[in-house]
């Protein structure tokens, strides 16, 4: 079956980095697009960062353009999210998502928490 398992999370200072995994299984990786998301305290789950399977170029979210790099290793069936420059307002659990036949599925998320 279709499984997501995101790692990476912590507790780190602001302005550290942080890189978040993705591992996927049971489906076709390489031919989806896979994005990020992420879910902050009292709010809702909010996009982050997508990676088209070919060709084209992953896009970000406004809050997060320049400080975030969003990659995938087909090899490996694992998609990335490098964190820069990292700020309270980024502490939030994080999760990776694919949609195949019109469904979603997400990963368990991992916490990342950016405190001083």
């Known amino acids: 079956q279709v499984q997501l398992v995101e790692s990476g999370g912590g507790l780190v200072q602001p302005g550290q980095s942080l890189r978040l995994s993705c591992a996927a299984s049971?489906?076709?990786?390489?031919?989806?697009?896979m994005t990020w998301h992420r879910q902050a305290p009292g709010k809702e789950r909010e996009w982050v960062a997508s990676?088209?399977?070919?060709?084209?170029?992953?896009v970000y979210a406004d809050s997060v353009k320049g400080r975030f790099t969003i990659s995938r290793d087909n090899a490996k069936n694992t998609v990335y999210l490098q964190m820069n420059s990292l700020t309270p307002e980024d502490t939030a659990v994080y999760f990776c998502k694919v949609v195949l036949w019109g469904r979603s599925y997400w990963g368990q998320g991992t916490q990342v928490t950016v405190s001083s």
């Open positions: 990676i088209p399977f070919l060709g084209s170029i992953p």
């Open positions: 049971g489906f076709t990786f390489s031919t989806y697009t």
